[in-house]
C-alpha cells in the first residue's frame, strides 16, 4: 500500500464538491463486520461513517419516490441504480463538515465503482476488504437480530451470489492498483479492530 492519496476535486459532469474529501471504501461480504469495525475506526480516527446501505434504508423510510424501489432491491439482495446511491453518498458528504469518510459497502459493482468516481471525481486513498467465509457470515446474519428484512436465509443466499460475482471484482480491481487492505475477519471483534488500528495509525499520521 501507498501513502494517502488525496481526492482530486473534479467532477467529470462539471460539479465541485464543496471539499476535497479523503475517501476509504469499506468492503466485504454481508456480515463480515464492516459496519463494526467502522464504528470502531470512527471512535480512533475520527471519520465519519457512511453506510451506503443505511442510507438507503433511511431513504425507505423518509416516504421518497424510491422508497419502494430500494425497499424491492434490498429483499431481493440487489443493487440499486448508481445515480440513486451516489446522490446519497454525495448529500451526506456534503452535509457534513468533517473531511474524511468511511463509504462502507459501496461500491458495490463496477458500475458503481465508475459512476462515482466520473460523478464525484473521488477516487479512495485506500480500500479496506473484510475477508470472512461464508458460514461465519451466514451465522452472524442469522442472529444479528436488528429486524432486517435481508436477514433471511433466502436473501442472505442472494446477497452472497451478488457480492461473488459483482462486488468481489471491484476489490480485484482496487487490488490491481495496490489499494487494498484484506484483513482476515473471521477473528473476534477486538483481534480485527487491532489489525485495522495498525492500518489507520501510520495513515492517518500523514493525512492529519
Ligand atoms: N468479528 C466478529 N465476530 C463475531 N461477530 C461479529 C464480528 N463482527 C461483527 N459481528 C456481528 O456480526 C453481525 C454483522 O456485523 P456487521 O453488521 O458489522 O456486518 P456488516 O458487514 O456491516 O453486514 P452487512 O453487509 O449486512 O451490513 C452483527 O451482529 C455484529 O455484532
Ligand atoms: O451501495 C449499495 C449498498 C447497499 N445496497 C443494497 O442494500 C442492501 C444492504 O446493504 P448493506 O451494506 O448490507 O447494509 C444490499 O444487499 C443491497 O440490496 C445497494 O444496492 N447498493
Ligand atoms: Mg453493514
Do not use: W
Request: net charge negative; with cysteine; proline share 5%.
Amino acid at each position: 500500500m501507498g501513502t494517502v492519496v488525496e481526492a482530486s476535486n473534479k467532477g467529470a459532469n462539471g460539479s465541485i464538491p464543496q471539499k476535497n474529501p479523503t475517501v476509504v471504501f469499506v468492503l466485504g461480504g454481508p456480515g463480515s463486520g464492516k459496519g463494526t469495525q467502522c464504528a470502531n475506526i470512527v471512535q480512533h480516527f475520527g471519520y465519519t461513517h457512511l453506510s451506503a446501505g443505511d442510507l438507503l434504508r433511511a431513504e425507505i423510510k423518509s416516504g421518497s419516490e424510491n422508497g419502494t424501489m430500494i425497499q424491492n432491491m434490498i429483499k431481493e439482495g440487489k443493487i440499486v441504480p448508481s445515480e440513486v446511491t451516489i446522490k446519497l453518498l454525495q448529500r451526506a458528504v456534503e452535509e457534513d463538515g468533517n473531511d474524511k469518510f468511511l463509504i462502507d459497502g459501496f461500491p458495490r459493482n463496477e458500475e458503481n465503482r465508475a459512476a462515482f468516481e466520473n460523478v464525484t471525481g473521488i477516487e479512495p486513498a485506500f480500500v479496506l476488504f473484510f475477508d470472512c467465509p461464508e458460514e461465519e457470515m451466514e451465522r452472524r446474519l442469522l442472529s444479528r437480530n436488528q429486524g432486517r428484512e435481508d436477514d433471511n436465509i433466502e436473501t442472505i443466499r442472494k446477497r452472497f451470489r451478488v457480492f461473488l460475482e459483482s462486488s468481489l471484482p471491484v476489490i480485484n480491481y482496487y487490488d490491481a492498483k495496490a489499494k487494498v487492505c484484506k484483513i482476515d475477519a473471521a477473528r473476534p471483534v477486538e483481534e480485527v479492530f487491532e489489525t485495522v488500528k495498525a492500518i489507520f495509525a501510520p495513515k492517518n499520521a500523514k493525512a492529519d
